[in-house]
């Protein structure tokens, strides 16, 4: 709320929109979130583990029936969902489609478990950098494909380019690593059922109310007070296209340098990844 961004309002959309207040954003979240990995490793957070010695496998426990009921009882919700997003777009088509590409996104952010928490934790602290790289080569995706409905005149989005960015994208880069979840994967985490996602919702929904009551008190001197800077307009739309390009990729090889230097410092090599 106070960045006017999150993973997806800065990440997927501010940055392919040539908002150059997601750039700061997304620079004060890396570094949010290295500080973030650092204080999750003190020994506060490290939960004694007992091992028990054992002299065979346990065997899972199964229960097939209930599994089924629970699948049926999702597909009805499912189906329910598709039902009355068709039946809204009747009357208010925006809203239907709005409702469509919600669901659709739901289910491709939960089985593709995409997440920026493991995209950045995993890359201060195991040196993995598969979904950090995944997420700079959707961004290049999104980029050119907005740029042409710019061109065809649609406006992009612009937020204000000032201390509102940096400062909340330090606390969420911080935050999220220590919760363990970002503004998608606490979502679908919560719906999977993991019961400590729920209490990171609710943190998420107290902390954005808090800030939207005194919004009006920080908003002059934090946000609305600063330009909003479009990078089509200052480069011109080939030079705002090359510059968000240049800056991802410039991204993509400090990712790449960053995943090289961890595995040959630890004496690894880094797993290859699947296409």
Known sequence: RLAMGCNLAAFFTGIPQFSLHAWFFALATAIGSWFGARFTLLPIFRIPVKMQKVSAASPLTQKPDQARRRFRLGMLVFIGMIGWALLTAMHQPK????????????????????????????LWISGRAHMAKAIIFGMAVSAIGIFSYVQLGVAPKIMWAGPNAVIGGLLFGFGIVLAGGCETGWMYRAVEGQVHY??????????????????????????????????????GPLGGLLVTYLLLFTALMLIIGWEKRFFRRAGLTPAKESV
Do not use: H
């Not at 808090?210 to 909003?228: M, N, R, V």
């Open 95 to 122: 809203l239907g489609l709005a409702m469509l590409f919600g669901v659709g996104f739901g289910l491709l952010i939960e089985r593709a478990q995409i997440c920026f928490t493991s995209a950045f934790r995993d």
């Open 198 to 235: 729920w209490w990171v919702g609710l943190g998420n929904v107290i902390g954005s109310t808090i800030l939207a009551y005194y919004w009006d008190d920080f908003a002059p001197a934090l946000a609305t007070s600063w330009d909003k800077v479009n990078l089509l307009n200052t480069f």
